[in-house]
């Protein structure tokens, strides 16, 4: 049986870490840590990662500050308090929560961030950092990936590492951070998508099979090696009879018939989905310590 | 025997493309393009390239100026000069001839131009809105290769695209955009270097074969695929006694043993070099027109 790597612990672990190093740094007469959030409009699953968020920074010490608006914002509007977040000291870094309404551009606004706060990693600035290999904010996901891969000390160099699906937020950058020279990374990267014709053979060949196309249950026993290192990435909510909400997550691994076969897996929920939150709170951490622009 | 890719041909007829749009242009009262190089100190290569840039300019139509500078610039008036050209409104693009002296922080200077004239695409700006698949200025290489595949209707939809060797201006760049979803583009796409362990397994599943390691000769016909298309990015110096230069360029590939087996084969010299040339004028001309940030 595969050891499950267990994302909520790690993530536990981590905000300990974090809550420690604010704590001291208070003691030794710094200012708090400070992370903002933009949400506009009353979208449920929006509200609860902004929710989540808010209540992540008050359990490690940071303040935190939420603008909320309503859906008929105008785009000005919310160029202006990204502006004013943008110049105000006191927040260290903040993040727009997407998606937004569709008469705003949501490139214009990503854009419009000051990359030296832009927490999310989304601003073309750090994802460019990122390609080069310079310091930058990580967007949350291949973050937390990377931290699971380097909590249970798995090796990756020279390892063939297949990603599946191509998202600018996941497939995209932990592809490239795959093949960086460095650790996680090393690995020899293969990206596949919807326009993979032999994605099962592929997939077979993966030492680290990465599933991040949201396709639930799409990656099957017979697509994963012997030994294999799996991270699932997918979390599509479906109906469900057997949950109070009556929806249930579900990866885009069969982890009942995967989880016999490889060597470590990622459950869903409880898996990369941790990790994302407490990448947001490292990366607003970077940013009060000014560690990655100087 | 394979169709070889006439970068030379190609090349000629992109810039009597180019000149016949600035002549238009010109001749609607429009701004000639302008192109500018910043240069510094006296190494013989980084001046044939800056001079074939300039001799470009003249055969498109193109105003051109160059900064030239002595190694003892520092650091400082190097990036006034940036800045000079940045404000300057005639300039429509620059670039600043790399390598430059240690002591001056190369990425540093990079950063420091703006990215509306950062025709040499390598600003963290232009690299970011490339993965995010926004119109960017492509860096020079990736841009030709994108083109010879163009130019030649090369179909890359589903295709497996194997890039040997990961630097930041010619590896990474070109398989985050063979990955992408668009012509060319859209290929299943594997990131192999150094540490890659099975190099010619991977380099025989190659339905398109971009070598760009540097590494004379490296690829051989026991690593080509029958019917594979193979881009030869390699331009190492090697010393000969066949030129009157005592050097030759030779290629990644082993141009003879891999020409029998494949369909189409970039020859070095005469191959994407060429190319590049024009990547750069075009990327100018983009930026006289303002075609990608409006």
Same mark, same amino acid.
């Given at each position: 049986?595969?050891?499950? #790597?267990?994302g909520?612990?790690?993530?536990?672990? /981590?905000? *300990?870490?974090?809550?420690a190093?604010?704590?001291?740094?208070?003691?030794?007469?710094? *200012?708090q840590?400070?992370?903002?959030a933009?949400?506009?409009g009353?979208?449920? @699953?929006?509200e609860?990662?902004v929710?989540?968020?808010?209540?992540?920074?008050?359990e490690?010490? %940071?303040?935190?500050?939420?603008?909320?608006f309503?859906t +008929?914002? +105008?785009?000005?509007?919310?160029l202006a308090k @990204?502006?004013? %977040?943008?110049?105000?000291?006191?927040?260290d870094?903040?993040?727009?929560?997407?998606? #937004?309404?569709d008469? /705003?551009?949501?490139?214009?606004?990503?854009?419009?961030?000051?990359?030296?706060?832009?927490?999310?990693?989304f601003h073309?600035?750090?994802?460019?950092?990122?390609?080069?290999?310079?310091?930058?904010?990580?967007?949350?996901? $291949?973050a937390? #990936?990377?931290?699971?891969?380097?909590?249970?000390? #798995?090796?990756?160099?020279?390892?063939?590492?297949? @990603?599946?699906?191509?998202?600018?937020? @996941?497939g !995209?950058?932990?592809?490239?951070?795959m093949?960086?020279?460095?650790? $996680?990374?090393?690995?020899? &990267?293969?990206?596949?998508?919807?326009?993979?014709?032999?994605?099962q053979?592929?997939?077979?060949?993966?030492?680290?099979?990465?599933?991040?196309?949201?396709? $639930?249950?799409?990656? +099957?026993?017979n697509?994963?090696?012997e030994?294999?290192? &799996?991270?699932?990435?997918?979390?599509?909510?479906?109906?469900?009879?057997? +949950?109070k909400?009556? %929806?249930?997550? !579900?990866?885009?691994v !069969?982890y009942?018939?995967?989880a016999? *076969?490889c060597? %470590?897996?990622? $459950?869903?929920?409880?898996? &990369?989905?941790?990790?994302?939150? &407490?990448?947001?709170l490292k990366n607003?951490?970077?940013?009060? *310590?000014?560690?990655?622009?100087?």
């Open positions: 049986m595969a050891q499950i #790597i267990d909520k612990l790690v993530a536990s672990e /981590i905000k *300990k870490e974090i809550a190093e604010v704590a001291s740094m208070i003691k030794s007469g710094q *200012k840590p400070h992370l903002a933009i949400l506009v009353n979208d449920g @699953v929006s609860t990662y929710n989540y968020k808010i209540k992540d920074c008050a490690v010490g %940071f303040k935190s500050t939420l603008a909320r309503d +008929t914002i +105008t785009e000005d509007e919310l @990204v502006h004013e %977040f943008n110049t105000d000291d006191d927040i870094g903040f993040i727009v929560q997407l998606p #937004i309404p008469h /705003i551009r949501e490139q214009k606004v990503i854009e419009s961030i000051n990359p030296l706060k832009d927490v999310d990693g073309p600035v750090n994802l460019g950092r990122l390609v080069i290999g310079l310091p930058c904010y990580l967007s949350a996901t $291949p937390g #990936i990377l931290d699971l891969i380097k909590w249970y000390k #798995i090796e990756t160099k020279g390892k063939h590492c297949v @990603v599946i699906g191509r998202s600018n937020i @996941v !995209k950058p932990v592809s490239i951070l093949g960086q020279k460095s650790y $996680p990374g090393d690995c020899t &990267v293969s990206l596949c998508h919807s326009r993979t014709t032999n994605i053979e592929l997939a077979l060949s993966a030492d680290i099979l990465i599933a991040a196309m949201g396709k $639930p249950e799409f990656v +099957t026993r697509m994963v090696k030994g294999a290192v &799996v991270i699932d990435v997918g979390t599509t909510r479906v109906p469900s009879n057997e +949950t909400s009556g %929806f249930k997550l !579900k990866g885009d !069969k009942d018939e995967v016999g *076969k060597s %470590f897996i990622t $459950p869903v929920p409880g898996g &990369v989905g941790p990790m994302t939150r &407490v990448s947001l607003t951490l970077r940013a009060a *310590k000014k560690e990655i622009y100087g």
